[in-house]
């Protein structure tokens, strides 16, 4: 016979309340619990029960309003403030967490899951050390604990300590083999490292072992997206989120791939969706995507208040906030104020690698200069390891060490980086030798006979090609100075329509006049918003020298400008700089000087069957020597009256986002012409590999002057007239 219910003792209803609960029985659970509180308004055991099933059900501010009654009782145990301290932390308020946290091991400092909650709290805020002492308490009280293991796991990667972390997660997996959280943080962390196949097979196990673990989905889509394999990092996003339509981390993942594919109008809208979905009182990150999103916009206002909303935020989207801001201030040629950023995110984050990579391009080093020690102590013992921030101080400290006039040093930083940076992704130069023919082949001459596609408007495009680092941001900067001409900086548009459209080049051949027209529109309508009501509009994307041939058959009435640089000057710049564009051929001697040469043979192609109207080539050493006469002939080219404005072109204010972005907002300077003299001992297999003798090399860089070569033409053909007689 069972006691009915208005005969129990409040002990008694609690009692079997618990086990209605833990029964799986919520709603008997329940009812028991009103009736204590009916009888005892704020009988703390009830409360916390109460709370406890409003969180099982997804109910959180519910659940933290019974924990916090519950808390107020006189004897309410440890645990409950402890418990109050997670569901805190879950739904964003850190500072309540961490007060619940303090107060549950306060009273309770044997309480294995108060110091374990509490840890997580300070982490989540950015009080690294202090979690890391809550959470090796833990695992001293309890080494059995597999998810401190994996806590503490957490807290010191977040501090940098990568094999530290490593082990604590081995730890919890030897301890719980198909402990999905474990096997997710250690694909992130392994990702970190530069492992990528292993970082991907641990992210396929934790999917394996928990399919709906969301951590796991993003992580194998971070492993392909450090890989520029941007189509599997979608598939991965794609996947999570047939399940969870509006997960704030895979919208905010997805929303960075189609920034960097240039799909930015997409993008946008994923970033606003993972801020709205990302917990209350707002993500960090979420914020920092969305900042990043509309700073590729230009929609500069927009992007720093991200990113300030951000760097209020705790956790570990400040100090991404604050770079963020002094790159835009970069971008923007307030080289001042973007030092003084960067000088302040170092003065709280010493060990960040960011800052000290984007204030090594500002910063002029000279000897004895104290930053160079302090960036080479964080590749020492304790220094940072996660491998892409190690690469890039190796890139900042032989910067600096070029500028303090020691070759040696900062090639022995400069190997290292490039080494680093190969090693993170497969490239076949044969494969590209062939790609450069196979382009060639694709469009003979006679295809540039054929009737060209009528396509409206073509006229305002104007390419600027090249090798990067030869001079094209110095071009775009110049024709960007006339009123007339929008800069657009490097735009993708081009390379996405050619992918979209299959096999590049071999696809050439499938298309019709109707095609190319098409195509022709589709690349103008996606950068009309870029132009405003100029008349022309500079894509300055190096690479689209592959596509000279293809923009002439969609934009016939196009301009292509061509730069030409000295090969070893242009190569050294290359190999000196850690691209944040993806320049695979860039980072191993041999190679770079392979894709210069393949590069040379396709662009003497474009010169031999492209129309002299719409293709121009300019020398960046005759831009040096006098740059009147080669700005007007741009600006002559591009179909536009003469504006002095031209040659202030380092006073222009618009957004500059390339790696020549420092460079090009002072005066000319001549120190660049032939600089690869001064290393040529370090540069023995690109120099080789382009043909080049240091010892023959005449002192003047061997290039071909476009201005001679001007000349030379113009003497043979007076020289081809017949003589009058007299």
Known sequence: ?????????????????????????????????????????????????????????????????????ACQAPRAPAIYQSN??????????LVDAEQAGRRAVALDAGLVAGWNNLGIVLQEAGKLDESRTCLERVVALEPGYAEAQNNLGNTLKRLGLLEEARARYQQALDLVPTYAEALSNLSNLLT???????????????????????????????????RDRYEDALRWVSS??????MHAGALGVRATILRRLGR???????????????????????????????????????AMAAYDSAAQLPGFGREKALINRGVVLMEQGDRAAAQTAFEGVLAQYPRSASAWFNLADLHDFVPGDAAIPAMEALLGPGGVQVQADRTALHFAI???WMDAGDPERAFSHLDAGNRQKRATFAYDANAIDS???????????????????????????VFVVGMPRSGTTLIEQILASHPA????GELATLQTIVQQGGGYPAIVQQFSAETEVALGQRYLGAVAPLGGNHRRLVDKMPSNFLFAGLIHRILPDARIVHVRRDPADTCLSCYTKLFTREQLFSYDQIELARFYLGYERLMAHWRAVLPADRFLEVCYEDVVADIEPEARRLVEFCGLDWDPGCLDFHTTARTIRTASLNQVRRPLYRSSIGRWRAYADHLGPLLETLGIDPAAAPAVAPVESVAATRATKAAAKRAQKPVAGH
């Open 398 to 400: 032989g910067k600096a």
């Open 192 to 226: 970190d490292l530069g492992l990528h196949d292993e970082a991907l097979a641990y992210a396929r196990r934790a999917i394996e072992a928990n399919p709906r673990l969301s951590d796991a989905y993003i992580n194998a889509a971070a492993v392909e997206v450090a």
């Open 84 to 93: 109050l301290a997670e569901m805190c932390r879950q739904s964003g308020q």
């Open 1 to 69: 016979m069972t006691t009915s219910p208005q005969t129990l003792t409040v002990d008694q209803a609690l009692t079997q309340a618990n086990a209605h609960w833990n029964a799986g029985q919520a709603d008997q659970a329940e009812r028991l619990c009103q009736q204590v509180l009916a009888l005892w308004p704020g009988q703390s055991d009830a409360l916390h029960l109460m709370g406890l099933m409003a969180h099982a059900y997804g109910n959180l501010d519910v659940a933290i309003e019974h924990l916090r009654r």
């Open 240 to 245: 999570l989120m047939i399940a969870v339509p």
């Open 485 to 488: 001409v929008a800069g657009a």
């Open 264 to 302: 930015l109008d997409e993008a946008l809208a994923d970033a606003r969706s993972a801020v709205a979905a990302a917990p209350a009182p707002g993500n960090g990150e979420a914020l920092n995507i969305l900042g990043e999103v509309l700073q590729a916009q230009d929609r500069i206002d927009e």
């Open 435 to 461: 790609w450069f023919s196979a382009i060639a082949a694709a469009f003979p001459a006679a295809m540039f006979a054929r009737p060209r596609a009528a396509t409206e408007g073509s006229e305002r495009a």
